[in-house]
């Protein structure tokens, strides 16, 4: 129950960070923006080491680097694949893609969820898919380029999920002081390679800060949750984020939400209602 509890919460708080960080590219360029909520994560893990105490080994920071790396792939084509492509069709690809794999590969693990819990995984991979859609998607087609992207980004994201499954149990948050490291790195070497800026747009700063402090403490929740729970269940549970992006886009930004993205949202309760009875 405690890991549904938190997988949940992650859930909540990645939306959240996704909704700031989607503001923030209204008024920014998408690296400036991968760029400065990755360093606004590692600021905010700073002090949360200590908190949860755990051993800085090779194979915690190892693990946590390269799910750092896939993250931040993931994110930076992500971007790429919205500003390029049909956001109806980018958004489910990506979302659904994150949440199979990690089944996928809990399942290869060994691990075996209750029927319960298992119906309740295929719900909520139902429900990712309906509230990632965009009303006419029906009436939208996509380049393959965007789509690969997408692909690409979902499988990332997925890894990253993965990849913290793997770290030693004593490791505390030394993972994810590697894993955003890295990833800052990383996109630091994207922007400097490809001479772009990496100054905020006028106002994005807040935004920008609060996305990054958010994602930051989702992955601290993901990576309670995953120590404590199945893959196959924590993934899929975290990955029903946007579902409350949805609700902070209808109800702050006054965004409609469709039947479809409705019935999604409903779902994903259902889901999380089916995999707690489990």
């Known amino acids: 129950m405690a890991a549904v509890m938190l997988a ?10 996704d909704f700031f960080g989607g503001l923030a590219t209204r008024r920014s360029r998408v690296l400036a923006v991968v760029m400065l909520t990755q360093l606004t994560g590692l600021v905010f893990v700073l002090p949360l080491l200590p908190l949860l105490p755990g051993t800085p080994s090779p194979a915690a920071l190892g693990w946590g680097m390269a799910a750092g790396l896939c993250g931040g792939v993931g994110v930076v084509l992500f971007y790429r694949a919205l500003a390029s492509g049909v956001m109806s069709v980018v958004a489910p690809t990506t979302a659904t893609t994150s949440a199979a794999l990690p089944v996928l590969a809990g399942l290869a693990m060994g691990e075996r969820p209750e029927a319960a ?49 793997q770290v030693p149990a004593e490791a505390g948050l030394w993972p994810l002081f590697g894993a955003r490291l890295a990833s800052a790195v990383a996109a630091g070497a994207l922007a400097l390679a490809s001479g772009r800026t ?37 993934a899929v549970l975290a990955s029903l984020y946007p579902a409350s992006t949805l609700l902070l886009a209808r109800y702050v930004l006054g965004e409609r939400l469709s039947a479809l993205q409705a019935a999604g949202v409903g779902l994903a309760l259902g889901a999380v209602a089916l995999i707690a009875s489990a």
């Open 8 to 17: 949940t919460m992650c859930a909540v708080v990645y939306g959240t960070a």
């Open 117 to 165: 819990a298992l119906c309740g995984v295929a719900l909520a991979l139902a429900a990712v898919v309906l509230v990632s859609r965009e009303p006419g998607a029906g009436r939208s087609r996509a380049a393959l380029a965007p789509v690969v992207q997408a692909l690409v980004s979902g499988l990332g994201f997925g890894a990253f999920f993965v990849l913290l499954k």
């Open 198 to 234: 990496v100054r905020p747009g006028k106002g994005a700063l807040p935004a920008i800060v609060t996305a990054g402090i958010l994602d930051m403490l989702a992955n601290v929740l993901y990576l309670m949750a995953v120590q404590r729970g199945l893959l196959t269940v924590v």
